[in-house]
T-cell receptor, first 115, second 114 residues
Framework: GDSVTQMEGPVTLSEEAFLTINCTYT??????LFWYVQYPGEGLQLLLK?????DKGSNKGFEATYRKETTSFHLEKGSVQVSDSAVYFC??????????????FGAGTRLTVKP | ETGVTQTPRHLVMGMTNKKSLKCEQH?????MYWYKQSAKKPLELMFV???????ENNSVPSRFSPECPNSSHLFLHLHTLQPEDSALYLC?????????????FGPGTRLTVT
């Protein structure tokens, strides 16, 4: 079945460093791809998404490009801030049985940014 | 604020207690979900409801009993839980039928079973 693999953490960076969190997927159909972020004590929030190959999702300085040829959706940010410290989840969604939105999540990558 | 609320935010219960978790969405969505998030484990999908009908139950023990009286409300009834059921329980909602429809999550209920 469909699945998502993302780099294991934790990741620790200094403020203003460049961030990459790798995500690869396996899918039989034409899924949409997402990055979610979870801040301490909160639920998951959508960070960005891309719905077809070569689309780039972007939000709050983060971006990710849907690469069908490498089945990847890596998250990048040019200059991280302390406030970016959170857990980041890569996810894919396809339409499954009963017309459900079948969403699969990666294991999550914890990012800590130090001042 | 995602438009999905959950109560209570924190719950401590004994193994013989009965309690319920509540979720409400104000987004006009017609699909709702319960997830379990445990430390060091991936997010686990528990139940899916579409238009109030349960369409997925991922082998969840019967001590967890979901209820969806309408498309805006979702409950998770808990009874005779085990300590390993301690986790963050997340509710989510979405539109239905399109792969590009993201899920919106509530803040979760942190459950501790003593």
């Amino acid at each position: 079945g469909d699945s998502v693999t993302q780099m294991e953490g934790p990741v620790t960076l200094s403020e203003e460093a460049f961030l990459t969190i790798n995500c690869t997927y396996t899918a039989t159909g034409y899924p949409s791809l997402f990055w979610y972020v979870q801040y301490p004590g909160e639920g998951l929030q959508l960070l960005l998404k891309a719905t077809k190959a070569d689309d780039k999702g972007s939000n709050k300085g983060f971006e990710a490009t849907y690469r069908k040829e490498t089945t990847s959706f890596h998250l990048e940010k040019g200059s991280v801030q302390v406030s970016d410290s959170a857990v980041y989840f890569c996810a894919l969604s396809d339409v499954g049985d009963y017309n459900n939105n079948d969403m699969r999540f990666g294991a999550g990558t914890r990012l800590t940014v130090k001042p | 604020e995602t438009g999905v609320t959950q109560t209570p935010r924190h719950l401590v219960m004994g193994m013989t207690n009965k309690k319920s978790l509540k979720c409400e969405q104000h987004l006009g969505h017609n699909a709702m979900y319960w997830y379990k998030q445990s430390a060091k484990k991936p997010l686990e999908l528990m139940f899916v409801y579409n238009f109030k009908e349960q369409t997925e139950n991922n082998s969840v023990p019967s001590r967890f009993s979901p209820e969806c009286p309408n498309s805006s409300h979702l409950f998770l009834h808990l009874h005779t839980l085990q300590p390993e059921d301690s986790a963050l329980y997340l509710c989510a909602s979405s539109r239905r039928g399109g792969a590009d429809y993201e899920q919106y999550f509530g803040p979760g209920t942190r459950l501790t079973v003593t």
